[in-house]
């Protein structure tokens, strides 16, 4: 069966200190993957999503970048973080054998400092 | 660009009443239409869908209704339950070189006992 994992589940950083989370999917192949910011209490904004290996569109202009290195493999960086890159990210991924449905990982719970 | 609106952001109601969420999406190649709920801390979990060619899909309590021509969808959750609280996202999804899904801001459900 197809999974997904994220990490890691929460980190605490300083304002211009580097980001890197990561999240892989097991059990599938080619997938759609998506970074998602869900600010306290807000809805869901779509940051980045990516059809094949280094293959990113980004959504929103911002300070974050995101990579996919394998065809498994997402993953969101900054290089100097700010207090309004705080939420909660989450990792989301479709398969092309399950329709359209997104399914979301554990998500990252993010506090800038 | 894309969007999607939804309504109301907060609802509350009594045990065993219905509750109802509207959206308005803006794309017109939008062509599928999740529902998720969100408990607190966690991940959006996926409900129920509708699929552009169906104009109603009932499961159980829920049900949800698509108005293509109106670019309008529901859900509508009847003989509401306390554990029904959460945060309910639509969605609109549409195909533009990868699976793309733009979330709704999100209504809070309030289930009083």
């Known amino acids: 069966s197809q999974t997904i994992h994220q990490w890691p589940a929460t980190l605490v950083q300083p304002v211009g200190s580097p980001l890197s989370l990561e999240c892989t999917v097991e059990?599938?192949?080619?997938?759609?993957l998506y970074w998602y910011r869900q600010a306290a209490g807000r809805g869901l904004q779509l940051l980045f999503y990516?059809?094949?290996?280094?293959?990113i569109s980004s959504e929103v202009p911002q300070n974050l970048s995101a990579s996919r290195p394998q065809d498994r493999q997402f993953i969101l960086s900054s290089k100097k973080l700010l207090l309004s890159d705080s939420g909660f990210y989450l990792c989301?991924?479709?398969?092309?054998?399950?329709?359209?449905?997104?399914?979301f990982g554990e998500g990252s719970w993010l506090t800038v400092v | 660009g894309e969007n999607v609106e939804q309504h109301p952001s907060t609802l509350s109601v009594q045990e065993g009443d219905s509750a109802v969420i509207k959206c308005t999406y803006s794309?017109?190649?939008?062509?599928?239409f999740p529902w998720y709920k969100q408990e607190l801390g966690k991940r959006p979990q996926l409900i129920i869908d509708?699929?552009?060619?169906?104009g109603e899909k009932k499961d159980q309590r829920i049900a949800v209704t698509l108005n293509k021509t109106a670019k309008h969808f529901s859900l509508h959750i009847t003989e509401t339950q306390p554990e029904d609280s959460a945060v309910y996202f639509c969605?609109?999804?549409?195909?533009?070189?990868?699976?793309?899904?733009?979330f709704g801001a999100g209504t809070r459900l309030f289930v009083k006992a």
């Open positions: 989301a991924w479709i398969s092309a054998g399950a329709g359209n449905t997104i399914y």
């Open positions: 059990g599938t192949s080619n997938p759609n």
């Open positions: 990516s059809i094949g290996i280094d293959q």
């Open positions: 794309d017109s190649a939008s062509n599928y």
């Open positions: 509708i699929r552009s060619n169906v």
């Open positions: 969605a609109a999804a549409s195909y533009t070189g990868g699976f793309k899904t733009i």
